[in-house]
């Protein structure tokens, strides 16, 4: 035995040639994927709940190698594009990142890209990874339903955004703590937003504004149309439950009628198609939870060229108070490309959030994984940039379906 064994200086070389080698062979064979290894489980986690008979995307669907394979070049540029899964707010940890967030990783991305310019291999069916689908968060009780009333066409152009005037009927006040969006045609309601109009002469508004507009609601688009009107919710599509941030709440005041907006996508369920909406609130008395809300972020004027590629808008707010804010709705219209948002404490920017995936029918509550906390003698920026190549006159900020928007709403609790 003895004399095979090799001194240990001498053996070292061998062992680092061997290890040299492993090195140059990682560099130069790029990984191989296969679908059953390594596709599948993101494509489970990732994209299912909403791809697959009975959710919000029926076609394509994406749970067997037949169906993904039939779709793999669209699927890669709807990926790398960041158009699939629909969230816009980058979650990478450059800036920040956001509650259950449907953001792909980097790793899962390159996985998607690579296995389809491999040729998107089988793998071996018999050794498959284990699937999980993502479970949507949940608010469980309903403590108050708000029903829309009435089945609602929606067209397309301003027929697309329709007002609803929904009483509570809360005989003391509540916290909001979340709110679930059921619709008999889930795939045509792309927005909810919830207002409460803060003063008997705006809630007389909207009452009149629903009188003289024939059908159910009243037209309206990026504002419920009477002032002062305070945003207590703003839930997007991708999931039909909106838990508010832990443990805090937006006050309902007793008897006092609500605005639900509702933005229609009429593309996937086609013109003519009607639904009926009903939103689910969960609440809590005032005492059981911390009282939140939104305080605006925004450019005070917009004033934007036509025909540009990329022309910005922006705002500025001071902080006078020790603030959390615990997570943020962003508002633009249909021609923003991306928000950031930053916080600038003396000679330091730092990137607050950034929107930088804009889609229109995405806008929604955002919750911060860490809260962010601002003390007084900090500043809040929002940049807003937007391509107006679509456009011929210039654009100003208004709540008209012609007029742009810069707004963060931020979601915050006084410390
Ligand atoms: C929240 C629901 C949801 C999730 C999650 C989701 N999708 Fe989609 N997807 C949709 C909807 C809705 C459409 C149809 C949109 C349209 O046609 O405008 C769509 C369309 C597509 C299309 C077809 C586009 C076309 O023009 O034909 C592809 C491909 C796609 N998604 C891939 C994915 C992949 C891959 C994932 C996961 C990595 C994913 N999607 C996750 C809702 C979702």
Redesign the pocket.
């Known amino acids: 035995m003895g004399q095979f064994r090799l001194p240990w200086v001498v053996g070292l070389p061998a062992v680092a040639v061997v290890f040299a080698g492993i090195g140059l062979w990682r560099e130069r064979a790029a990984p191989s994927y296969s679908y059953y290894r390594d596709v599948a489980p993101?494509?489970s986690r990732?994209?299912e709940?909403?791809?697959s008979t009975g959710?919000?995307?029926a076609?394509?669907r994406?749970g067997t190698y037949e169906d993904v394979s039939k779709?793999g070049a669209?699927?890669k540029y709807?990926?790398q594009a960041r158009?699939?899964?629909?969230w816009i707010a980058e979650n990478s940890g450059i800036c920040r990142t956001w509650n259950d967030s449907?953001w792909?990783t980097n790793e899962?991305l390159s996985t998607?890209v690579h296995w389809q310019e491999q040729g998107m291999p089988r793998g071996d069916p018999s050794a498959p990874s284990p699937l999980e689908r993502?479970s949507l968060p949940d608010i469980g009780r309903a403590d108050v339903t708000l029903d829309t009333g009435a089945d609602y066409t929606a067209g397309l152009g301003a027929s697309a955004y329709r007002c609803f005037v929904v009483d509570p009927e809360l005989p003391r006040d509540r916290m909001l703590t979340g709110i679930r969006v059921v619709s008999t045609d889930p795939?045509m309601v792309a927005q909810v937003t919830i207002f409460s109009p803060e003063s008997d002469e705006a809630e007389a508004e909207i009452a009149r504004l629903d009188r003289e507009d024939p059908g159910p609601g009243y037209s309206c688009y990026g504002s419920p149309r009477a002032e002062p009107a305070r945003l207590v919710a703003s839930w997007t599509?991708?999931?039909p439950s909106l838990p508010f941030p832990e443990g805090t709440g937006l006050r309902l005041e007793a008897r006092r009628k609500l605005v639900v907006q509702i933005h229609y996508n009429v593309?996937?369920s086609g013109l003519g198609a009607a639904t009926r909406t009903r939103v689910d609130m969960r609440l809590n008395d005032i005492e059981e939870v911390r009282a939140a809300s939104f305080e605006a972020l925004s450019a005070r004027d917009i004033a934007l060229a036509p025909g540009k590629v990329q022309v910005e808008a922006e705002g500025e707010r001071a902080v006078d108070r020790p603030t959390t804010v615990l997570g943020v709705a962003p508002q633009m219209h249909t021609l923003g490309r991306t928000m950031q948002i930053d916080l600038v404490r003396g000679a330091s920017r730092d990137c607050a959030a950034n929107f930088d995936h804009w889609n229109f029918y995405s806008q929604r509550l955002f919750i911060y994984d860490e809260p962010l906390q601002l003390e007084p003698g900090d500043r809040l920026k929002i940049t807003c940039v937007y391509n107006t190549e679509s456009t011929a006159r210039p654009i100003q900020r208004g709540a008209g379906i012609q007029d742009e928007e810069c707004k963060a709403n931020l979601y915050v609790v006084t410390r």
Do not use: F, N, Q, Y
């Open positions: 993101i494509l990732r994209c709940h909403c791809h959710g919000l995307a076609r394509p994406l779709v669209k699927m709807m990926v158009m699939m899964p629909p449907s792909l899962e998607l993502k795939r599509w991708d999931s593309i996937t």
